[in-house]
């Protein structure tokens, strides 16, 4: 069993930036590849960066490719998500997810987090 908690959302002006968290319960956090997604309100959930288990390899939905970083600390049990230069359509509830990844994507498994909303205001 895998709890996940993120936060770090929060309000903030177009063009700023939030780091995300997200905290794994759990001896085997390094078994698992960790992803986040993100839901708007109306619309599907939506993949955005993973992270192999062992931190060697990302993968990122087009839309955030240099904007956003994902990096994982092991020691922590907690995979982050650095987000800068955030516009107004990344304005949705963040989560993330166990799961297992590939050169480009990330297939989730059983355990996601409660979310974390994030604001952009233009």
């Known amino acids: 069993q895998v709890q996940l908690v993120e936060s770090g959302g929060g309000l903030v002006q177009a063009g700023g930036s939030l780091r995300l968290s997200c905290a794994a319960s759990?001896?085997?956090?390094?078994?698992?590849?960790m992803g986040w997604f993100r839901q708007a309100p109306g619309k599907e959930r939506q993949f955005v960066a993973a992270?192999?288990?062992?931190?060697?390899?990302?993968v990122y939905t087009d839309s955030v490719k240099v904007r956003f970083t994902i990096s994982r600390e092991s020691a922590k049990n907690t995979v982050y998500l650095q987000m800068n230069s955030l516009k107004p359509e990344d304005s949705a509830v963040y989560y993330c997810?166990?799961?297992?990844?590939?050169?480009?994507?990330?297939?989730?498994?059983?355990?996601w987090g409660q979310g974390t909303q994030v604001t952009v205001s233009s």
């Open positions: 997810a166990t799961g297992t990844t590939t050169y480009s994507t990330f297939y989730p498994g059983n355990y």
């Open positions: 992270i192999s288990r062992d931190g060697r390899h990302t």
């Open positions: 759990g001896r085997t956090f390094s078994s698992y590849g």
